[in-house]
């Protein structure tokens, strides 16, 4: 019966993807339909869920660096952030048993004080997916969530690890050296594990086997061996293209995660009440977030965009709730009580998220209120100077297209990438790239007076992953009255269709041109080589 659930999951998500919403809040929704027909989570979905956590944990720690995690608006970001918001939910959840309210009723502060902690998380799981979804893993606000999510894992598992009986074994001190000796290994097979399946199957193993199981064998963790394994493999210069090799497996694992959440428990009134009651802690979690982030100076801008990805609850918090039920710290109830207040902060978060542009550009006059004089040194916006010619997004396809238009035109090109990393990996190359973003208002503000209107700028070339951040950017554009030439890229059919329905002089389908360019520059070097042929002959 287990693959028919998963189909039910699918045709929910499926429905639910129709109407703009991500798909895995049709997931959570068939879980809660299964457990209100009586039907529990079976063990192929259980495997398939633990499955996709530990895939999910492997690409973060593919993508890690562990730098990101020693600013101080990270680790200690991260830490003031839950020790905040932990008080602020005792209070409310300890005044609630004075109430008599039931399943509120008779909790002692020692109940409370962990049904807090459980709910100070936010989850990796959905910030993760909603990231992906919106091309925003590398952005600043992506790398900022990542990082706080990351702490937050790591203090759930010293929970686990102190408060909850799960101590290492004597094998755990053989861990460091074992990853020592591991890590060279790794990296040589990962090396020489070619491009199709073989690489495939060997992250499965990375992340299983050498993460997963031997984290398990020392009495620790198996998600935290996945995540301390791709953290190995980072910066190898394959972690990128395994990474997105194994998106898409990852994604289906996730099914079942979504799933088992759904299906965690029964749902009486009085469990949907008290779920409703402390889903409201959101509105503690979300301005603490905002406010800390602001505090280490953050633009508000990016303390906003991290605060909505984090506008959630936590699978962490499931299993710290699920530990301290077994431990009868907390009535078994408030599993399912929890695992209802996640699934709602999902489908709260989850239209959000998708908003979270059109809500910037709403309420930005409030949210720069907050911000700092004195900002981060990696969170500033740049002046676009001399520029004609404004390529944004410098992933492989802006890249070629800056290439090509510096060799070809010799004008004053520059790119514009989100991600800090790659736009120094650009100057080292010797090209003309700032770190901005073309979501970014502050950015539009400003161009607006300085250099759009001047006429300096002729051409706009949206190249950036996204098609949502493509449009973004169009509508600004439109907005300030751009009377360049714009040019964008599409994946899709229906994506070239909206560009240039909302004035794109040029839209590209990478996808079925790329052929018709192949064809053409094969068609060029011949015409070139048979020129030099013909010179050759004459001379003779």
Known sequence: ???????????????????????????????????????????????????????????????LKIKNLLHPEIWAGAGIHMILSSMGIFVGVFLLSMTGLKTFAD??????????????????VFAVKVLEDKGEVDSLHGKVSIGLLIMQDIFAVL????????TPNLYALGLPLAILVLKPVMQYILKHSGHGELMILFGFFAAVVAGGALFEFAGIKADLGALVMGMMLAGHAKSEEMSK??????????????????????????????????????????????????????????????????????????????????????PNEWVTII????????????????????????????????????????????????AEIL???????????????????GRKVLGLDYDEDKVQEHKNAGRQVIHDDA???????????????????????????????????LERLNRINFDGMIAAKGLYDDEVNELKKNGVHSAYNIKSEAGAGFAEHVCRNLCQINQQVDTTNDNR
């Open 391 to 409: 390529i944004f997004g410098m992933g492989s396809f802006g890249t070629s297209t800056y290439d090509t238009l510096i060799k070809t035109y």
């Open 439 to 473: 979501t970014d208002m502050d950015f539009w503000e400003r161009i607006n007076f300085n250099r759009i209107q001047s006429h300096q700028v002729q051409l706009v070339m949206l190249c950036m992953g996204d098609h949502k951040s493509n449009m973004y950017a």
């Open 1 to 63: 019966m287990e693959p028919l659930w998963i189909g039910i999951a699918f045709a929910l998500g499926f429905l639910i993807s129709r109407i703009g919403l991500p798909p895995m809040l049709g997931y959570l929704l068939a879980g809660f339909g299964l457990s209100f027909l009586g039907i529990e989570s079976g063990p192929v979905i259980e495997e398939i869920s633990d499955l996709g956590i530990m895939l999910l944990l492997f690409t973060i720690g593919l993508k």
């Open 107 to 124: 909790l002692t502060w020692t109940t409370a004080g962990i049904i807090a902690f459980a709910m100070s998380f936010s989850s990796t």
């Open 339 to 386: 695992a209802l207040a996640l699934t709602i902060s999902f489908i709260i978060a989850a239209p959000l998220n998708v908003r979270s542009y059109a809500l910037i550009t709403r309420f930005h006059n409030s949210l720069i209120k907050f911000q700092q004089t004195k900002r981060l040194s990696y969170d500033r916006t740049y002046d676009i100077g001399e």
């Open 245 to 330: 090799d194994l998106l898409k497996f990852k994604d289906i694992f996730l099914i079942g995660f979504f799933l088992t959440v759904g299906m965690s428990g029964k749902i009486t009134p009085a469990v949907l009440i008290a779920s409703l009651i402390v889903v409201t802690a959101i509105l503690v979690k979300v301005p603490l977030y905002f406010l800390v982030l602001t505090r280490f100076k953050l633009r508000a801008r990016t303390a906003f965009l991290s605060s909505l990805t984090l506008a959630n609850f936590s699978e962490f918090g499931l299993i710290v709730a699920s530990v301290g039920a077994a431990n009868q710290w907390i």
């Open 159 to 166: 929970f686990l690890v102190f408060a909850a009986g799960k």
